[in-house]
């Protein structure tokens, strides 16, 4: 489906603008994924745009995840996928809580013999927007990309001290005035995402924080790996030390005598 058609459709309805719209579009109608998994989605604007590359495309998926209050949203993610045939490409998730637990199933399903096998070429992650959530979400959507697959973070300097939406609510209010005020997915994205052995091409841009898996991460020894290696050597070691001693107790019993 072309840009425009889909614009016509969803720019009046939240929350994604139609310049990060754009950008989503673009960018799916380049990379040509088979597989994408979105965390939040509220009403479907969003997943509709990466839909309509999608659909443009010829090609790929979408799998995404928000809470069971979305069906309640006017409209709903149900009626902007029947009203623009996108039926065959969105599936959404309605979490009871939390996507995370979501991904929990998702990594279990995806798991044979104790690996977890990547699924995802792309996330888009515009969901809690808390260091507590969204932390332990990046490492869940981790196990599950692709090497060279990418991930994208919204609102890497939102904070719920600014948000007009969230500011005066009961829980906000509660909340420590640190996390008020700290933007908690740039902390994700600095902290987590780019000190992460197997992200690279890491970039912040008008909002949004960008990283690729690396396509080399196979390479990445896991500690359980060096552990092992550890005492492999330490084996090999012990036994060259009593092979040595062994020697030498020959070699002196021979010039003894
Ligand atoms: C900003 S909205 C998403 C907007 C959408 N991506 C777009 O641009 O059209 C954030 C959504 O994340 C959902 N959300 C927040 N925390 C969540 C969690 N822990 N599990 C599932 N969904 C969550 C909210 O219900 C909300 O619908």
Redo the contacts with the bound molecule.
């Keep these: 489906m072309k840009f425009n058609d889909i614009v016509m459709i969803l720019k009046d309805?939240?929350?994604?603008g139609i310049e990060?719209g754009k950008i989503l579009y673009d960018f799916i109608r380049v990379k040509k994924f088979n597989h994408i998994l979105?965390?939040?989605?509220?009403?479907?604007?969003?997943?509709c745009y990466m839909a309509a590359a999608l659909k443009e495309n010829g090609l790929g998926v979408i799998t995404t995840?928000?809470?069971d209050?979305?069906k309640e949203?006017k409209p709903n993610i149900f009626n902007l996928s029947e009203k623009l045939n996108f039926e065959e490409i969105i599936t959404p998730i309605f979490?009871e809580?939390?996507?995370?637990w979501e991904l929990m199933k998702i990594v279990e399903k995806n798991t044979i013999q104790g690996k977890c096998t990547p699924v995802f070429d792309f996330c888009?992650i515009?969901?809690?927007?808390?260091w507590e959530?969204d932390g332990l979400a990046f490492f869940l959507v981790e196990k599950l990309l692709k090497p060279g697959a990418w991930i994208l973070f919204?609102?890497i300097e939102w904070t719920f001290e600014q948000s007009p939406a969230l500011k005066d609510s009961k829980i906000v209010k509660k909340m420590p005035e640190e996390e008020r005020k700290t933007p908690q997915v740039k902390k994700i994205f600095n902290l987590l995402v780019s000190q992460h052995p197997n992200f690279e091409n890491l970039k912040i841009s008008k909002g949004w924080g960008w990283a690729q898996k690396r396509t080399d991460h196979e390479t990445y020894i896991a500690p359980s790996k060096i552990i092992e290696n550890i005492y492999a050597n330490q084996i090999i070691k012990v036994d060259i030390v009593r092979y040595l001693k062994k020697f030498r107790e020959r070699v002196l019993r021979k010039t003894r005598r």
Aim: hydrophobic share 30%.
């Design positions: 309805i939240p929350h994604i990060n979105e965390l939040g989605f509220a009403h479907g604007t969003s997943t995840i928000d809470r209050s979305a949203r979490a809580k939390s996507y995370n888009y515009d969901g809690a927007h808390t959530v919204d609102d």
